[in-house]
């Protein structure tokens, strides 16, 4: 069974800083996708970033960035220029390959970004 | 034009009574899911469906039910309510992690009193 490990339950961080946010996952599989969410006091899931484990490449989107460690099957949120907005619990999640897989994810950290 | 949603987006009711939650998407994706968030939010799958076919049922009490009268909805409804079903409903969809990823709802708080 694949589980996501988050270790960090809650960091702070200040306004334009960067932070990262830790996230390992364990599985037997090869062909799989790797998730950032984002929740912020709305409830709502936001998807992040997705990266998928066959590319090397990091993914990027905007001030959001991962660095994926195949090998150590790790799987961290940078967080550039941080506002004040950013403030929210991030989930890192796992899927399988494949129509009707399910998303298995980490116990959440709580950002909050500090004016 | 919201992609999936949920209704209602708050429930509260009281032990016993049965209850349901409607989901629907206009994404096209084939599979929907149920989440529930527990109090210390934790996000865990409750059922999956593709094309109105269960695929996914973990471990779930059978007071809950999953109905799918087509793959643009899937609802969840609940018999005999308790305390422990207290949390946050979430529906989603997917055409697979490797076209589109997951869009989530915006969730139902269900309260248990």
């Known amino acids: 069974a694949q589980t996501v490990t988050q270790s960090q339950p809650e960091m702070s961080v200040q306004e334009a800083e960067t932070v990262t946010l830790s996230c390992t996952y364990d599985?037997?599989?090869?062909?799989?996708?790797l998730f950032w969410y984002k929740q912020p006091p709305s409830r709502q899931m936001i998807l992040v970033i997705r990266q998928e484990a066959y590319k090397q490449q990091n993914a990027t989107e905007n001030r959001f960035s991962v660095n994926f460690q195949k090998a150590a099957k790790s799987f961290s949120l940078k967080i550039s220029d941080s506002q004040l907005g950013d403030t929210a619990m991030y989930f890192c999640a796992f899927s399988t390959q494949g129509g009707s897989e399910k998303l298995v994810f980490g116990k959440g950290t709580k950002l909050t970004v500090n004016p | 034009d919201t992609a999936v949603s949920q209704t209602p987006k708050y429930l509260v009711t009281q032990m016993g009574n049965d209850k349901s939650i409607k989901c629907e998407q206009n994404l096209g994706h084939d599979t929907m899911y149920w989440y529930k968030q527990d109090s210390k939010k934790f996000l865990k799958i409750m059922f999956s469906y593709n094309n109105k076919e269960l695929i996914i049922n973990e471990t779930v009490p059978n007071r809950f039910s999953p109905k799918s009268p087509d793959k643009a909805h899937l609802n969840l409804h609940i018999n005999s309510l308790e305390l422990g079903d207290s949390a946050v409903y979430f529906c989603a969809s997917s055409q697979g992690p490797d076209r589109h990823g997951y869009t989530f709802g915006s969730g139902t708080r269900l309260t248990v009193v």
């Open positions: 599985t037997s599989e090869s062909n799989y996708y």
